[in-house]
């Protein structure tokens, strides 16, 4: 790993859900006491399985709902924007930190992830996972397992309560 600025960044993948406000208030931390850089990424991913999703987490974190032809991306902004407002109410340490930069791509979650992580030169990669198994998992994986596998680089899930009430899991960050 190289000792450059570039390996002070910590990505942390979000989807706007309670498991990446974890995600992000351990990453917060831990760049607050390395002086490192956030990175808050979110992927952009609507697949055909799931369409209208981005309507559908607008709705859930209250905020505007997509107006015909707004693009995904334009909403995930919105969205990040109002998540990252949430966040700093609510975490010194992102408060504190030295730089939170965001950034938002198109593509799989898993892949796009750890390509943002390789290209940053990332000292690591932050994600929030509530724990859930089952059959949906060994079917399909999820978003924090494919980047723990595609990663070259240290990445840290941050498990969040079974019993938590539903939330975004998996949509995208």
């Known amino acids: 790993m190289s000792a450059g600025p570039a390996a002070r960044t910590i990505v942390v993948g979000v989807d706007f859900s309670d498991s990446s406000e ?3 208030a351990w990453a917060a931390a831990e760049a607050r006491a390395h002086g490192c850089r956030l ?3 979110h992927v952009v991913h609507d697949p055909a399985d799931s369409p209208g999703r981005y309507l559908s987490l607008a709705r859930l974190l209250g905020g505007r709902v ?3 032809g707004e693009r995904a991306e334009e909403t995930a902004a ?3 924007e109002a998540f990252l407002d949430r966040a700093r109410g609510r975490l010194p340490d992102l408060a504190a930190a030295a730089e939170v930069a965001t ?3 198109k593509g799989v ?3 796009r ?3 943002v992580a390789a290209a940053e030169r990332a000292r690591q990669v932050v994600l929030g996972s509530r724990g859930l198994g ?3 998992h060994a079917l399909l994986g999820s978003t924090a397992a494919r980047v723990v596998r595609l990663a070259e680089l240290p990445v840290t899930v941050v498990k969040t309560s079974r019993t938590a009430a539903p939330d975004a899991e998996d949509a995208g960050g």
């Open 22 to 24: 974890s995600a992000l």
């Open 39 to 41: 990175l808050v990424l």
């Open 66 to 68: 997509p107006q015909d």
């Open 78 to 80: 919105r969205l990040m």
């Open 103 to 105: 950034r938002i791509v």
């Open 109 to 111: 979650p898993g892949p």
């Open 113 to 115: 992830i750890a390509e």
């Open 134 to 136: 089952g059959l949906r």
